[in-house]
């Protein structure tokens, strides 16, 4: 037998990744079932801004930083997959 080598990958999206390309990522798979803004609303860190029903649960995703919605990606009953970009916020 030889050696082996494994990648532990992470299930759900770190924290903070979204920033990198300026959007908002699903943080895990789900279908969106409600949202709280709209193109060219302004949100402070902290707000929800998506609600996703997954695994019998709503899960609020907020943001993570102050800014302004420049791309709204989804609608109400998309199914998603965890790392899907909801929407682009500008800082």
């Known amino acids: 037998m030889g050696d082996a080598l494994f990648k532990l990958l992470p ?3 770190l924290p903070g990744l979204e920033q990198q390309a300026g959007g908002l990522v699903a943080p895990m798979p789900g279908k969106v079932i409600d949202l709280k803004v709209k193109v060219g609303s302004k949100v402070k860190k902290g707000d929800t801004l998506v609600i996703l029903e997954a695994m019998k649960m709503e899960h609020q995703v907020k943001a993570s930083d102050d800014g302004k919605v420049t791309k709204v990606l989804v609608k109400k009953d998309d199914q998603l997959e965890n790392g ?7 800082k």
Do not use: G, K, Q, S
């Open 11 to 13: 299930r759900f999206t």
């Open 84 to 90: 899907a970009v909801l929407m682009v916020i500008d």
